[in-house]
């Protein structure tokens, strides 16, 4: 019996947009795949400006926003895999931002002065 091996190419990302609700990202194949935001704690919990900042990696096999130290593949997107990302780390990323955060209010406010 033979058995065939069907190779199959990922497509590459090649827009990306965020909005309060959806991750949307343009496929080099033509798709357009959107996924809950909620997969992906960091993301919601970016500000619009951080959602906008990504940056294509791996020739547009991923997706990488600086400012939240996410990263997402395009084919963990079309498998349907949110983040993989444990409670722990997510809650002490979440405290280093929140006190990250406070530090530059504070900051901006006592250069007002």
């Known amino acids: 019996m033979n058995i065939s091996v069907i190779e199959i190419e990922i497509p590459?990302?090649?827009?990306?947009?965020?909005?309060?609700?959806?991750?949307?990202?343009d496929l080099s194949d033509g798709r357009t795949i959107a996924v809950p935001l909620e997969w992906f704690p960091r993301l919601v919990n970016a500000a619009p400006e951080e959602r906008n900042n990504?940056?294509?990696?791996?020739?547009?096999?991923?997706?990488?926003?600086?400012?939240?130290?996410?990263?997402?593949?395009?084919?963990?997107?079309?498998?349907?895999?949110?983040?993989?990302?444990?409670?722990?780390?997510?809650?002490?990323?979440?405290?280093?931002?929140?006190?990250?955060?406070?530090?530059?209010t504070i900051g901006r406010v006592l250069a007002r002065r």
């Open 12 to 25: 590459r990302a090649e827009n990306v947009k965020v909005t309060g609700d959806t991750l949307t990202v």
């Open 54 to 104: 990504w940056r294509l990696i791996g020739r547009g096999y991923g997706i990488h926003w600086e400012d939240i130290d996410e990263d997402i593949s395009v084919e963990g997107l079309l498998a349907g895999k949110p983040s993989g990302e444990t409670q722990e780390s997510f809650k002490k990323w979440l405290n280093q931002r929140q006190s990250r955060l406070s530090k530059h």
